[in-house]
């Protein structure tokens, strides 16, 4: 279905998507199969170029073994041509179906491709520096080992947030509306990476 949709829109067009496609056969979509090397395809198509695709997606555990369909998407974008720009992490702060023989399962991974160089990036400034001002030499090892001291810079009162993002579920959100959609997505993760 998205596959066919996508080709309404003009090529080199859009310059953010943020989706979470099906992950393996975790839901029955009333008979919809998900092809997902020609969204991919789709993508590439109409993303700009500087524009950026985040796949949040994550593995089916199958006879004890989780399929690794995530990687091999990440793989796929890659060879179409997207770089990888960034692989994150959504970290839920809570999870459901706890296992008995793995560590309980609370994240999934955000893969940031990009047509090109990004060409915008608004990083979000949320991380206290605690240790900017006081702690020890900046310092840069190059390629034969040696160790460069590099000029420090005046820090700000907050630094970048890292690339583990730690939010709610879109249950602890709106818990009414995860119950009318079989597969919702945090808004606050959608908004950050739109900020």
């Known amino acids: 279905m998205a596959e066919k949709k996508l080709k309404f829109i003009d090529n080199n067009s859009i310059d953010l998507t943020i989706t979470s496609p099906p992950y393996d056969d975790l839901r029955d979509y009333e008979g919809y199969k998900f092809d997902f090397e020609a969204i991919a395809k789709e993508l590439f198509r109409v993303?700009?170029?500087?524009?950026?695709?985040?796949?949040?997606?994550?593995?089916?555990?199958?006879?004890g073994s989780e399929t690794g369909t995530s990687f091999r998407q990440a793989l796929y974008f890659m060879e179409i041509g997207?770089?990888?720009h960034d692989t994150m992490i959504y970290e839920k702060t809570n999870f459901s179906n706890p296992s008995r023989n793995r560590y309980h399962q609370i994240f999934e991974y955000?893969?940031?491709?990009?047509?090109?160089?990004?060409?915008?990036?608004n990083p979000i400034l949320d991380r206290k520096n605690k240790y900017g001002i006081c702690w020890g030499k900046n310092t840069n090892r190059s390629k034969n080992g040696e160790i460069k001291e590099i000029k420090k810079r005046k820090p700000r009162k907050y630094g970048m947030k890292i690339n583990i993002w730690r939010m709610n579920t879109s249950g602890q959100e709106k818990p009414c509306q995860s119950i009318e959609h079989p597969a919702t997505f945090p808004e606050k993760l959608a908004k950050d990476h739109i900020s």
Not at 50 to 55: D, I, K, R
Not at 110 to 121: D, L, V
């Open 110 to 121: 955000m893969f940031i491709f990009s047509k090109g160089k990004p060409k915008t990036f």
């Open 82 to 84: 997207f770089n990888l």
């Open 47 to 63: 993303t700009k170029e500087g524009g950026v695709v985040v796949w949040v997606v994550n593995d089916q555990t199958i006879n």
